[in-house]
Protein backbone atom coordinates (compact mmCIF):
# COMPACT_ATOMS: atom_id res chain seq x y z
CA UNK A 1 0.00 0.00 0.00
CA UNK A 2 1.56 3.63 -1.34
CA UNK A 3 1.89 5.77 1.54
CA UNK A 4 1.29 9.85 0.74
CA UNK A 5 4.15 11.81 2.77
CA UNK A 6 2.85 15.27 3.89
CA UNK A 7 5.04 18.43 3.05
CA UNK A 8 8.17 18.35 4.93
CA UNK A 9 8.31 20.55 7.48
CA UNK A 10 11.48 22.74 6.09
CA UNK A 11 9.96 22.11 2.72
CA UNK A 12 11.53 21.49 -0.41
CA UNK A 13 15.65 21.20 -1.16
CA UNK A 14 16.36 21.56 -4.77
CA UNK A 15 19.79 20.30 -5.39
CA UNK A 16 21.79 20.33 -8.29
CA UNK A 17 24.82 17.95 -9.34
CA UNK A 18 23.07 15.70 -7.02
CA UNK A 19 24.14 12.10 -8.28
CA UNK A 20 27.55 12.46 -6.86
CA UNK A 21 30.28 14.50 -4.95
CA UNK A 22 28.85 17.27 -2.63
CA UNK A 23 25.93 17.92 -4.15
CA UNK A 24 25.02 14.14 -3.31
CA UNK A 25 26.07 14.50 0.31
CA UNK A 26 23.88 17.70 0.56
CA UNK A 27 20.85 15.64 -0.83
CA UNK A 28 21.88 13.12 2.37
CA UNK A 29 22.24 15.94 5.42
CA UNK A 30 19.19 17.66 3.86
CA UNK A 31 17.03 15.09 3.93
CA UNK A 32 18.28 14.27 7.50
CA UNK A 33 17.59 17.54 8.85
CA UNK A 34 13.57 16.89 7.63
CA UNK A 35 13.70 18.50 4.05
CA UNK A 36 12.38 16.95 1.17
CA UNK A 37 14.72 17.08 -1.42
CA UNK A 38 13.74 17.36 -5.36
CA UNK A 39 17.64 16.07 -6.86
CA UNK A 40 18.64 17.36 -10.01
CA UNK A 41 21.48 16.15 -12.93
CA UNK A 42 21.83 14.63 -15.73
CA UNK A 43 22.51 10.72 -15.17
CA UNK A 44 18.39 9.33 -14.35
CA UNK A 45 19.66 6.00 -12.41
CA UNK A 46 21.39 7.71 -10.18
CA UNK A 47 18.97 9.53 -9.08
CA UNK A 48 16.44 7.14 -8.32
CA UNK A 49 19.03 4.73 -6.84
CA UNK A 50 19.95 8.03 -4.43
CA UNK A 51 16.22 9.33 -3.64
CA UNK A 52 14.97 5.19 -3.26
CA UNK A 53 18.25 5.17 -0.55
CA UNK A 54 16.68 8.42 1.33
CA UNK A 55 13.35 7.65 1.13
CA UNK A 56 14.21 4.66 2.67
CA UNK A 57 16.62 6.10 5.66
CA UNK A 58 14.69 9.46 6.57
CA UNK A 59 10.71 10.14 6.61
CA UNK A 60 11.01 12.59 3.48
CA UNK A 61 9.80 12.63 -0.30
CA UNK A 62 12.94 12.44 -2.67
CA UNK A 63 11.64 13.45 -5.93
CA UNK A 64 13.77 13.38 -9.30
CA UNK A 65 14.57 15.73 -11.80
CA UNK A 66 16.57 14.47 -14.94
CA UNK A 67 18.24 17.65 -16.55
CA UNK A 68 21.63 18.85 -18.56
CA UNK A 69 21.88 22.75 -16.80
CA UNK A 70 24.53 23.65 -19.19
CA UNK A 71 21.27 23.97 -21.86
CA UNK A 72 18.79 26.26 -21.95
CA UNK A 73 15.86 23.08 -21.61
CA UNK A 74 17.31 21.87 -18.53
CA UNK A 75 17.41 24.76 -16.84
CA UNK A 76 14.26 26.38 -17.86
CA UNK A 77 12.90 22.78 -16.26
CA UNK A 78 14.64 23.61 -12.36
CA UNK A 79 13.56 27.55 -12.94
CA UNK A 80 10.03 26.52 -13.68
CA UNK A 81 9.44 24.37 -10.22
CA UNK A 82 11.32 26.34 -8.56
CA UNK A 83 8.84 29.31 -9.81
CA UNK A 84 5.46 27.17 -9.53
CA UNK A 85 6.11 24.46 -6.53
CA UNK A 86 5.52 26.62 -2.97
CA UNK A 87 6.88 23.88 -1.22
CA UNK A 88 10.39 24.99 -2.78
CA UNK A 89 12.43 26.66 0.20
CA UNK A 90 16.53 26.04 -0.53
CA UNK A 91 18.64 25.70 -3.96
CA UNK A 92 21.46 24.85 -3.89
CA UNK A 93 23.69 25.85 -6.71
CA UNK A 94 25.82 23.18 -7.00
CA UNK A 95 26.65 21.43 -10.27
CA UNK A 96 29.63 22.53 -12.25
CA UNK A 97 32.89 20.52 -13.93
CA UNK A 98 36.24 22.08 -14.22
CA UNK A 99 39.00 20.75 -17.66
CA UNK A 100 42.51 20.38 -15.90
CA UNK A 101 43.96 21.49 -19.26
CA UNK A 102 45.76 24.90 -20.59
CA UNK A 103 43.41 26.72 -23.15
CA UNK A 104 45.08 25.95 -25.85
CA UNK A 105 44.49 22.70 -25.61
CA UNK A 106 40.62 22.41 -23.76
CA UNK A 107 38.39 21.56 -26.59
CA UNK A 108 36.29 23.85 -28.35
CA UNK A 109 32.88 22.40 -27.13
CA UNK A 110 33.94 22.24 -23.48
CA UNK A 111 34.45 25.94 -23.18
CA UNK A 112 30.65 27.57 -23.49
CA UNK A 113 29.41 24.38 -21.90
CA UNK A 114 31.78 24.95 -18.72
CA UNK A 115 30.50 28.18 -18.90
CA UNK A 116 26.91 27.72 -19.53
CA UNK A 117 26.85 25.28 -16.38
CA UNK A 118 29.17 27.14 -13.89
CA UNK A 119 27.77 30.07 -14.87
CA UNK A 120 24.47 31.00 -16.76
CA UNK A 121 22.54 28.28 -14.81
CA UNK A 122 23.43 29.21 -11.48
CA UNK A 123 22.78 32.99 -12.21
CA UNK A 124 19.46 32.05 -13.34
CA UNK A 125 18.54 29.80 -11.03
CA UNK A 126 19.30 32.16 -8.25
CA UNK A 127 16.94 34.63 -10.06
CA UNK A 128 14.62 32.47 -10.30
CA UNK A 129 14.63 31.81 -6.34
CA UNK A 130 15.83 35.17 -5.29
CA UNK A 131 12.57 36.30 -6.85
CA UNK A 132 10.26 33.02 -5.70
CA UNK A 133 11.65 33.13 -2.55
CA UNK A 134 10.87 37.54 -1.94
CA UNK A 135 7.42 36.89 -3.04
CA UNK A 136 6.79 34.76 -0.12
CA UNK A 137 9.59 35.90 2.40
CA UNK A 138 11.56 33.49 2.46
CA UNK A 139 14.19 30.62 1.48
CA UNK A 140 17.64 30.13 0.96
CA UNK A 141 19.60 29.90 -1.90
CA UNK A 142 23.64 28.09 -1.22
CA UNK A 143 26.12 28.83 -4.51
CA UNK A 144 28.59 26.49 -4.67
CA UNK A 145 32.00 28.49 -5.82
CA UNK A 146 35.81 27.71 -5.61
CA UNK A 147 38.91 28.28 -3.80
CA UNK A 148 40.04 28.60 -7.17
CA UNK A 149 38.37 31.52 -7.95
CA UNK A 150 40.74 34.12 -6.10
CA UNK A 151 43.72 34.02 -8.24
CA UNK A 152 45.01 32.31 -11.24
CA UNK A 153 45.99 28.88 -11.25
CA UNK A 154 47.83 26.77 -13.75
CA UNK A 155 45.81 24.72 -15.90
CA UNK A 156 42.46 25.82 -14.93
CA UNK A 157 42.04 28.70 -16.65
CA UNK A 158 38.41 28.94 -18.14
CA UNK A 159 36.82 27.06 -14.87
CA UNK A 160 39.09 30.06 -12.21
CA UNK A 161 37.51 32.01 -14.18
CA UNK A 162 33.62 30.91 -13.73
CA UNK A 163 34.15 30.14 -9.95
CA UNK A 164 35.72 34.26 -9.54
CA UNK A 165 31.92 35.10 -11.54
CA UNK A 166 30.33 32.63 -8.88
CA UNK A 167 32.35 35.09 -6.42
CA UNK A 168 31.48 38.35 -7.49
CA UNK A 169 27.94 37.46 -8.54
CA UNK A 170 27.21 35.78 -5.13
CA UNK A 171 28.41 39.20 -3.43
CA UNK A 172 26.51 40.75 -5.17
CA UNK A 173 23.38 38.97 -4.87
CA UNK A 174 23.85 38.89 -1.68
CA UNK A 175 23.69 42.51 -1.23
CA UNK A 176 20.45 42.61 -3.46
CA UNK A 177 18.54 40.42 -0.78
CA UNK A 178 19.38 42.21 2.47
CA UNK A 179 16.43 43.00 3.61
CA UNK A 180 14.05 40.65 2.07
CA UNK A 181 14.28 37.53 4.03
CA UNK A 182 15.90 35.71 1.65
CA UNK A 183 19.51 34.30 3.09
CA UNK A 184 22.33 33.40 0.57
CA UNK A 185 25.40 31.46 1.10
CA UNK A 186 28.41 31.60 -1.13
CA UNK A 187 30.49 28.27 -0.17
CA UNK A 188 34.33 28.22 -1.23
CA UNK A 189 35.32 24.79 -1.06
CA UNK A 190 39.52 23.54 -1.46
CA UNK A 191 40.23 20.72 -3.02
CA UNK A 192 37.47 18.25 -2.43
CA UNK A 193 37.40 14.02 -3.07
CA UNK A 194 34.59 14.15 -5.96
CA UNK A 195 33.85 12.79 -9.64
CA UNK A 196 34.17 15.88 -11.13
CA UNK A 197 37.83 15.15 -10.83
CA UNK A 198 37.89 12.64 -12.84
CA UNK A 199 35.30 14.83 -15.39
CA UNK A 200 38.12 17.46 -15.61
CA UNK A 201 40.62 15.13 -16.74
CA UNK A 202 41.29 12.18 -14.78
CA UNK A 203 43.69 11.56 -12.03
CA UNK A 204 44.95 14.73 -11.15
CA UNK A 205 43.59 14.70 -7.35
CA UNK A 206 45.80 11.80 -6.81
CA UNK A 207 48.51 14.40 -7.69
CA UNK A 208 47.84 16.43 -4.79
CA UNK A 209 48.86 16.38 -1.35
CA UNK A 210 46.58 14.46 0.68
CA UNK A 211 46.93 17.44 3.34
CA UNK A 212 44.93 19.28 1.38
CA UNK A 213 41.71 17.18 0.35
CA UNK A 214 38.83 17.76 2.03
CA UNK A 215 36.61 14.52 2.46
CA UNK A 216 33.07 16.02 0.76
CA UNK A 217 31.25 14.56 3.68
CA UNK A 218 33.50 17.23 6.06
CA UNK A 219 32.77 20.32 3.60
CA UNK A 220 28.81 19.71 3.19
CA UNK A 221 29.01 19.85 7.37
CA UNK A 222 31.13 22.31 7.22
CA UNK A 223 29.00 24.16 4.65
CA UNK A 224 25.81 23.52 6.83
CA UNK A 225 28.00 24.54 9.89
CA UNK A 226 28.49 27.96 8.65
CA UNK A 227 24.70 28.44 7.40
CA UNK A 228 23.76 27.58 11.03
CA UNK A 229 25.89 30.62 11.78
CA UNK A 230 24.43 32.69 9.74
CA UNK A 231 27.88 33.24 7.79
CA UNK A 232 27.38 35.18 4.41
CA UNK A 233 30.46 33.36 3.15
CA UNK A 234 31.88 29.53 4.12
CA UNK A 235 35.04 28.56 3.66
CA UNK A 236 35.27 25.01 4.96
CA UNK A 237 39.21 24.56 4.83
CA UNK A 238 40.51 28.67 5.25
CA UNK A 239 41.95 28.19 8.79
CA UNK A 240 42.48 31.80 8.98
CA UNK A 241 39.79 34.11 7.86
CA UNK A 242 41.82 37.34 8.38
CA UNK A 243 42.82 36.29 4.86
CA UNK A 244 39.87 36.22 3.31
CA UNK A 245 38.68 39.79 4.92
CA UNK A 246 42.06 41.22 4.17
CA UNK A 247 41.55 40.10 0.64
CA UNK A 248 38.06 41.83 0.68
CA UNK A 249 39.07 44.94 2.10
CA UNK A 250 41.72 45.23 -0.19
CA UNK A 251 39.62 44.58 -3.64
CA UNK A 252 37.24 47.48 -2.28
CA UNK A 253 40.05 49.56 -1.73
CA UNK A 254 41.19 48.73 -5.36
CA UNK A 255 37.93 49.20 -6.89
CA UNK A 256 37.58 52.60 -5.56
CA UNK A 257 41.04 53.51 -6.61
CA UNK A 258 39.69 52.53 -10.14
CA UNK A 259 38.21 55.32 -10.92
CA UNK A 260 39.09 58.79 -11.55
CA UNK A 261 38.35 61.22 -14.09
CA UNK A 262 42.53 62.05 -14.64
CA UNK A 263 45.15 59.50 -15.98
CA UNK A 264 47.49 58.30 -13.43
CA UNK A 265 51.01 60.02 -13.17
CA UNK A 266 52.51 57.51 -14.14
CA UNK A 267 50.34 57.27 -17.85
CA UNK A 268 51.32 61.47 -18.12
CA UNK A 269 52.90 62.45 -21.73
CA UNK A 270 56.38 64.42 -21.73
CA UNK A 271 55.51 66.90 -24.05
Not at 31 to 47: F, I, K, S, T
Not at 65 to 91: F, N
Not at 178 to 198: K, Y
Not at 218 to 224: H, K, Q, S
Request: glycine share 8%; with cysteine.
Amino acid sequence: MSVTRPTAPFGTAIVTGASSGIGKVYADRLAQRGYDVLLVARREDRLRAIAADLQERFAIQADVLVADLSIAAGVAAVADRIADDPAVSMLINNAGFSALRPLAETPDEVIPRMIALNVTALTTLSKAALVAFTAKGAGTIVNVGSGAGFAPYPGIPVYGATKAYVYLFTRSLQNEAEGTHVRVQLLLPGAVVSEGWDVAGGGALERLPEAIVMTTEDCVDAALNGLDRQEAVTAPSLHDEALFHDYEAGSAALLQGMFDAKPADRYRLIR
